[in-house]
């Protein structure tokens, strides 16, 4: 399989973009917080349809 040149490099930009920046990366965190947040409150909504939360949040 090869990879396309053009979605690498903007994949590469992007990573490094991410890497560099703490801004972004607490952003992440915060982010994967709040969205386990509300997935644990669906859950205990509709207990019988969202069973299980993974997270090392």
């Known amino acids: ?3 396309n040149p053009r ?3 903007v994949t590469s930009a992007v990573l490094k ?3 560099n920046n703490p801004n972004i990366r ?3 965190v915060d982010m994967g917080k ?3 947040d509300q997935y ?3 859950q205990d909504k509709f207990p019988h349809a969202v069973t299980n939360i ?3 949040y």
Do not use: D, P
């Open 26 to 28: 607490q952003n992440i």
């Open 40 to 42: 644990k409150r669906l």
């Open 34 to 36: 709040y969205a386990v």
């Open 54 to 56: 993974f997270s090392k």
């Open 7 to 9: 979605a690498c490099a």
């Open 1 to 3: 399989m090869t990879g």
């Open 17 to 19: 973009e991410i890497y």
